[in-house]
């Protein structure tokens, strides 16, 4: 089956760190960049990174630049986000997202996403 | 970056209306925008890609048109299962920008 399924979301404290997966299955995960979205409760959605095929490029939302770094690791077919110098404006829901063309060096839509994982950042 | 705005922001309507909903953005963004369909406590979904293609398995009811700045998405015979919030979304350019949503409710 194709799909995504993200983890490791949770309650932290402003300030600390967390970091998200997201396992992909049942298509050619190296083939395709992939994009975090989040969606603060009650609100839009709201771009978060995206990373290349190969790694050689990563993109950052202003809000989450030089706090957030996207990797992936193809050979687990896995996309990671380290969160670190969190906001209570982060708690969000964190998806995971696939586009709808492979090798696609340009942005593009998003046809694939996961199920979500949800962070909420209080003391 | 670009500003994507999205009108109106809920809308009511009948089982059996046409209704449309606009997207404007900040500057010009070519054909490269996507719509989504977002139900409560799920994923978004696409529904319409480069303005106007529909994506594989997504009613014909649904259509995309505009370019450049002004985009609509129009939903022809509104069902109850259209129940949900539409997100326009650009991708021009890696800011991805989304408009604000609109929760479209059934009468």
């Known amino acids: 089956e194709v799909q995504l399924v993200e983890s490791g979301g949770g309650p932290v404290n402003p300030g600390g760190s967390l970091r998200l997966s997201c396992a992909a299955s049942?298509?050619?995960?190296?083939?395709?960049?992939m994009n975090w979205v989040r969606q603060a409760p009650g609100k839009g959605l709201e771009w978060v990174s995206s990373?290349?095929?190969?790694?050689?490029?990563?993109y950052y939302a202003n809000s989450v630049k030089g706090r957030f770094t996207i990797s992936r690791d193809n050979a687990k077919n896995s996309l990671d986000l380290q969160m670190n110098s969190l906001r209570d404006e982060d708690t969000a829901v964190y998806y995971c997202?696939?586009?709808?063309?492979?090798?696609?060096?340009?942005?593009?839509?998003?046809?694939?996403w996961g199920q979500g994982t949800m962070v909420t950042v209080s003391s | 970056d670009i500003q994507m705005t999205q009108s109106p922001s809920t809308l009511s309507a009948s089982v059996g209306d046409s209704v449309t909903i606009t997207c404007r953005a900040s500057?010009?963004?070519?054909?490269?925008l996507a719509w989504y369909q977002q139900k409560p406590g799920k994923a978004p979904k696409l529904l319409i890609y480069?303005?106007?293609s529909l994506q594989s398995g997504v009613p014909s009811r649904f259509s995309g048109s505009g370019g450049g700045t002004e985009f609509t998405l129009t939903i022809n015979s509104l069902q109850p299962d259209d129940l949900a919030t539409y997100y326009c979304?650009?991708?021009?350019?890696?800011?991805?920008?989304f408009g604000g949503g609109t929760k479209v409710q059934i009468k």
């Open positions: 997202a696939r586009p709808t063309y492979e090798y696609d060096s340009t942005p593009d839509a998003f046809d694939l």
């Open positions: 049942g298509f050619t995960f190296r083939a395709y960049s």
């Open positions: 990373i290349s095929t190969s790694s050689t490029y990563a």
């Open positions: 500057q010009s963004i070519s054909n490269w």
């Open positions: 480069r303005t106007s």
């Open positions: 979304q650009e991708y021009n350019t890696y800011s991805y920008t």
